[in-house]
């Protein structure tokens, strides 16, 4: 798979990107990736993509974003690895997460294990527009 990083919105100038909140997605599907950050752009804020797993967390750690949305079944490495880590280390344990799949199954399993997978907010893939906005606002306000 071809790695790829998309940072900060590149759709909108630096200028307007200050003071906005910043969110990182994680997945493997780039039509996920570039519906969401054009979703969440849309709203004003910023958006980091990436399917690079095995240097997410140290990307995470480094931009420190109000939010994370993580696909569970992301290839290479799995978004359950990632979640655990993220939890697991203090750098990262405060960052909000909403988790995805497709499979509701993983989801319900995430959910069962709060305390290592970290947040109460999951969405099934396909997601719904407002269900994705409305999860964002409700985990860290508007843009």
Known sequence: ??????????RNNEAAQIGRQHILM???DPVVLDLARALLQ???Y????TNAVPRTFALIAAAQPALLVVDLAVTEQSGWALLFRLHAETATAAIPVIATAVDPRLLAHADRHPHIFGGPVRLVLPFDVDTLRDA???????A
């Open 26 to 28: 994680v997945s493997s």
């Open 46 to 49: 910023n958006v980091t993509t």
């Open 1 to 10: 798979m071809e790695e790829h990083i998309t940072v900060l919105g590149a």
């Open 42 to 44: 849309d709203v004003r």
């Open 136 to 142: 964002v606002r409700t985990l860290i306000g508007p």
